[in-house]
């Protein structure tokens, strides 16, 4: 099992940048493949960006070119840097680990993330 744990959230201009950070405990992350999702108000929880136990990256369209996941196994992190914001990618965010193997699915308690003039 693994407790997930968002930061990095807040307010910030259209056109600014934000980090997120997914710190992980309880388990070795490689075992997991990760991800980031967000949900607006009245809206369902889409996938946002996610990278595989080896690395392979994968992004919803709307935020191609301008957010990138990564991961540090070492440090039980993952992380989405936001750039280039615009007012509807205003939502909560959250990380999601899937077991490689086992296909279990965890969730952070996510973190608010409001692009705003």
């Known amino acids: 099992q693994v407790q997930l744990v968002e930061s990095g959230g807040g307010l910030v201009q259209p056109g600014g940048s934000l980090r997120l950070s997914c ?4 388990s070795i ?30 992004y919803a369209d709307s935020v191609k070119g301008r ?3 990564s991961r540090d196994n070492a440090k039980r992190t993952v992380y989405l840097q936001m750039d280039n914001l615009k007012p509807e990618d205003t939502a909560v965010y959250y990380c999601n680990a899937h077991h490689r ?3 279990n699915d ?12």
């Open 23 to 26: 710190a992980a405990s309880g």
């Open 67 to 69: 957010f990138t996941i």
């Open 29 to 58: 992350l490689s075992l997991y493949h990760m991800a980031w999702y967000r949900q607006a108000p009245g809206r369902q929880r889409d996938l946002v960006a996610s990278i595989t136990s080896d690395g392979y990256t994968n």
């Open 101 to 103: 193997i086992f296909a």
């Open 106 to 117: 965890y969730w952070g308690q996510g973190t608010q993330v409001t692009v705003s003039s």
